[in-house]
């Protein structure tokens, strides 16, 4: 099969899991009830599923490699780091974390001084053995919702009550307001993404070639963990993290897809991370009925092929 | 050797105190020598098995991590970084759901015979493999306690358990009460045995042909290596929960201090074991009094740091 028939029938799909969400069970009498709960929720699935899977997708251009991703190297776990850190410094009651912009805006924009702060200990200095890093990565993120662990135990109880919705996104408890916040920001850094697409594909020649061809690759590399910084905070703010994710959906790209050009693979990995979110949760609701969450499965299935993945990196 | 001895104990006794004094009800050392029934009572009850909980799981976890470590041949392996740990919480859960109410032992043995045949998996497929390089052991490590652990919150969600579970997997001593947590008693014996057998541990250490050369049998060391970790972790993961990082971190910051003879380690990492339990028990109870902090949280924010340390120290990786 082409590419882009496979791209067309996978858009159909996602196209179809979308409104399947959206209008079962509708009638005259319960619509404007049910709408106003489910497109908020589609909305976030499929902003968030677009932020996991272009933000994991450049991550691998910019690091040379094919399993590290943002969540596996603790960018997730960073964020609601500081999220609750906020709220320790700050208090429960600060505008800081009740308005969903500011909120929105200043742990962003925190996060973004430590993700560089995260990113310069990984990459800068020595070169690191790859293996080196995912363990660092791996325990970092560990420690991460240790110290969240943490604070949210000296938090007051009071305090922690009223913020704990705001701060613990997952799949059923979606910030409504913040989706439709998120949208415009997404939508720039992937139209930014797109301009930046030929010096992606570029870059995914090596450092050294992307250099000689041309490309200021420090200069391309700080814009893109910038872009990549702002969509794990939309990701994460929307429905929590999602450590495997990335990688599903980046690896499967990559198999179904013949092409290595960074416009197509964003736009499939894009529709592709949209059917899996969606279509995952749709099973979780409808077939195993609430009996377990979407991360269970997520972790299970990813688990197993992240293990899969490196045995295979270890022997070519 | 005598004057470090003789610190050492000194750290010891002043922890071990500190521990016994620290609490919401308050008693002094003149009550319990007057014999007032009430000091006595909380001596017993909690103050005293709660010490002693925390220094047998502290050796214990420790003890089983520089077993681990020989086995396996790799300075990063540990209960907690090749499933064992994980492997005995979901025996817990199953031990929990189909035998609830048979005894405790039933239970302690059903969560032993997962976390055997769960690192037995792992090691004989480690020994297939080969590994050069030593965060490899690690990281599949992790990633399969991982896979392993999203199956027990499988079955948590189903039999809506995961509230019971998150309280299971934190490891808290506030909970210990005479009565409730002699099965830890378990460490003594099998650190023992695990001392007794160490020269054969070192051996296997240096790798299979070496052990063969000498006369040992490899497999059953490595087997028997096993069953220690196994008694150790699933103890502790029944009566305490998980600790983690535990036994990683005590068995390499011993081996910085003094080599890498595990005859002369293993009362040392006991002991190190004992002391950073201890302590870090004592400050979750401090930072928010009367309230307390779980154990895990605090060793994980340590061990954690302390792990990643140990990575970049490691030149061989860079």
């Not at chain 1, 990335?246 to 059917?275: C, D, P």
């Not at chain 2, 214990?60 to 994980?86: C, E, H, K, W, Y």
């Amino acid at each position: 099969m082409r590419d882009s028939l496979k791209l067309i029938l996978l858009s159909m799909l996602a196209f179809a899991i979308c409104a399947l969400f959206v209008v079962k069970g509708l009638t005259l009498d319960n619509y404007q009830f049910f709408l106003s709960r489910r497109i908020p929720k589609i909305l976030a699935i499929v902003l968030a599923a677009i932020a996991i899977a272009s933000s994991s997708l450049i991550f691998q251009t910019i690091t040379a490699n094919r399993i590290l991703t943002p969540s596996i190297l603790g960018f997730d776990s960073l964020y609601v780091m500081i999220q609750v850190l906020l709220v320790a410094i700050f208090g429960g009651f600060s505008s800081i974390i009740i308005d969903t912009k500011i909120n929105f805006l200043f742990s962003t924009a925190t996060m973004t001084l430590c993700a560089m702060t995260l990113f310069h200990f990984y990459f800068k200095g020595r070169q690191r053995n790859i293996f080196t890093l995912l363990l660092i990565g791996i325990v970092l993120s560990s420690l991460f919702s240790s110290v969240t662990g943490f604070f949210t135990m000296v938090i007051d109880p009071d305090e922690f009550t009223f913020i704990e919705n705001a701060m613990f996104a997952s799949f059923n408890n979606i910030n409504a307001e913040l989706v439709y916040w998120c949208i415009i920001p997404l939508l720039l850094c992937a139209t930014y993404l797109f301009r930046l697409a030929n010096k992606l594909d570029v870059m995914w020649l090596g450092n050294e070639n992307a250099k000689s061809l041309g490309v200021d690759t420090h200069k391309l590399t700080m814009k893109i963990m910038f872009i990549i910084t702002l969509m794990v905070s939309i990701s994460t703010a929307l429905i929590g993290p999602v450590l495997f994710f990335g990688l599903i959906v980046v690896a499967l790209t990559r198999q179904l897809f013949s092409h290595y050009q960074h416009r197509f693979l964003l736009l499939a990995s894009a529709i592709l991370s949209i059917v899996l979110l969606a279509g995952g949760q749709w099973i979780v609701e409808n077939v195993f009925g609430f009996d377990t969450t979407i991360s269970v499965i997520i972790n299970f299935l990813g688990g197993g092929y992240f293990l899969f993945l490196l045995m295979k990196y270890k022997f070519d | 050797m005598k004057l470090v001895h003789l610190i050492a104990f000194a750290i010891l006794v002043l922890l071990a105190s500190s521990s016994l004094m620290l609490g919401v009800a308050h008693f002094s050392l003149a009550d319990i020598l007057a014999g007032d029934p009430h000091a006595i009572n909380i001596l017993t009850t909690s103050r005293l098995p709660r010490l002693l909980a925390i220094m047998l799981a502290g050796a214990g976890l420790s003890v089983a991590g520089l077993v681990m470590q020989q086995i396996v041949q790799n300075r990063f392996a540990a209960p907690s970084t090749t499933g064992t740990i994980d492997w005995a919480m979901f025996g817990y859960m199953i031990a929990l759901l189909l035998f609830a109410d048979m005894s405790s032992w039933v239970h302690l043995l059903i969560i032993f015979g997962f976390s055997v045949i769960g690192t037995l998996l792992f090691i004989r497929f480690l020994q297939r493999l080969k590994f050069k390089n030593t965060v490899m052991v690690p990281l599949i490590g992790i990633m399969y306690g991982n896979v392993v652990s999203s199956m027990t919150t499988f079955i948590a969600y189903k039999y809506n358990l995961v509230q019971s579970l998150s309280s299971w997997t934190v490891a808290n001593f506030a909970s210990v009460l005479s009565g409730n947590y002699e099965f830890l008693y378990i460490a003594l014996p099998t650190s023992l045995l695990a001392y007794y057998y160490a020269n054969r541990f070192s051996a296997a250490s240096i790798g299979e042909s070496f052990a063969k050369n000498i006369g040992l049998n490899y497999q059953r060391i490595v087997m028997i290596g096993i069953i220690l970790v196994a008694v150790l972790s699933s103890s502790v993961v029944m009566i305490v929960g998980m600790i983690p990082f535990l036994g990683l971190i005590v068995p390499n910051i011993v081996s910085l201090f003094i080599g890498d003879n595990m005859r002369r380690n293993l009362p040392w990492t006991a002991y190190t074991g004992v002391i950073l339990v201890l302590a870090c028990d004592i400050l979750g109870r401090l930072i928010i009094f009367p309230y307390e902090i779980p154990i895990s949280i605090i060793i994980s924010i340590l061990g954690g740091t302390i792990f990643i340390y140990l990575i970049l120290r490691d030149k061989s990786n860079a």
